[in-house]
């Protein structure tokens, strides 16, 4: 643990090490994921035998838009929920570890088509955080809160109410943030109200998913009903010899047929890696503390991930 000094999982990634050793902060990883993503785009071609351009070996990951889909619906916006800014602290439950596991098989499934990668699910164990030291007196936490509590109140204010939005049907301004703005006006006026609310009413992040849902739902139930997909479609492949892009390009498809996409070997690696790094973030008896404005640009990424995901 010499190499993690200062390793905190509500401020860097739980599942993976600079190579030295030491910690890599969420603001870290989204700047690597973005530029490996923007350097390696497309899937890579190589000439075959008969004067053609064919996918190269480890050009592109062979999916159904199915699997896509459903690894889509389970990663981006609980991710995203999970690290947003604000959050309270959390010791994740023990009915998770069958979703924690499942994460890492998916993970696994993604890189198994690319050569030199290990196939095998990683298993990952709660990450301890080390003892930080006592913080120093005159950090000027107090003067940062004096100086943040006005213009915190002054964003607050310039949002409409949900009256004034239903009065004028402006649709401008998302729900959420009317309600979240009318929160930190209760707070700084000092009112005894929660300073965090679940999208999901009676939702616990412990044990349940944190992204926003019609009602509460449990980790263990999300792994099981993912599972009972998952098993039915088939894994990422890497692309035959004899195939080409432009088999993938037809967007109709024969009935009672899967139709199948290519993904880029970059989207699929740092899609495992995130896919890992949920995995961490609800493995039993994992402890994050409250999430503070430097997850941030992780959550950003994942937006804007989610929309490259989407387009495949």
């Known amino acids: 643990m010499a190499g993690l000094d200062g390793f905190d999982p509500a401020h860097h990634l739980i599942s993976r090490r600079t190579p030295e050793g030491g910690p890599i902060t969420l603001a870290q990883a989204a700047d690597d994921w973005h530029r490996r993503l923007a350097k390696n785009a497309g899937i890579t071609t190589a000439p075959r ?20 889909s459903q690894v889509h619906g389970a990663l981006f916006k609980e991710m995203d929920a999970r ?13 998770a570890q069958q979703l924690a596991d499942l994460l890492h098989e998916l993970a696994a499934r993604l890189r198994a088509p690319l050569n030199g990668q290990n196939p095998a699910p990683v298993r990952t164990a709660a990450v301890p955080v080390p003892p930080s030291p006592e913080p120093a007196e005159g950090t000027g936490f107090e003067a940062d809160l004096e100086q ?4 915190a109140r002054a964003a607050a204010q310039s949002l409409p109410s949900r009256a004034q939005l239903r009065a004028e049907r402006d649709f401008s301004v998302a729900g959420p943030a009317v309600e979240a703005a009318q929160r930190l006006l209760a707070v700084l006026d000092g009112e005894n109200s929660p300073a965090w609310q679940e999208p999901t009413e009676g939702a616990d992040p412990a044990h349940h998913l944190v992204s926003e849902g019609v009602s509460t739902a449990t980790m263990a139930w999300e792994a099981q009903s993912l599972r009972g997909v998952i098993d039915r479609l088939p894994s990422p492949r890497p692309p035959h010899p004899d195939e080409v892009l432009e088999d993938f390009e037809t967007p109709a498809e024969p009935a009672g047929t899967t139709r199948l996409i290519l993904m880029p070997p970059a989207t699929a690696l740092v899609t495992a890696e995130l ?33 490259r995901f989407q387009r495949l």
């Open 148 to 151: 943040l509590g006005p213009r």
């Open 83 to 95: 690290l947003a800014p604000g959050r309270p602290d959390v010791t994740i439950g023990p009915q």
């Open 275 to 307: 896919l890992d790094e949920y995995a961490a973030r609800v493995t039993p008896g994992q402890h994050i503390g409250p999430l503070l404005f430097d997850s941030y640009p992780l959550c950003a990424f994942l937006r804007r991930f989610d929309e």
């Open 49 to 68: 035998q008969n004067g053609y351009d064919g996918i190269a070996p480890d050009g592109a990951v062979v999916l159904s838009t199915s699997w896509v």
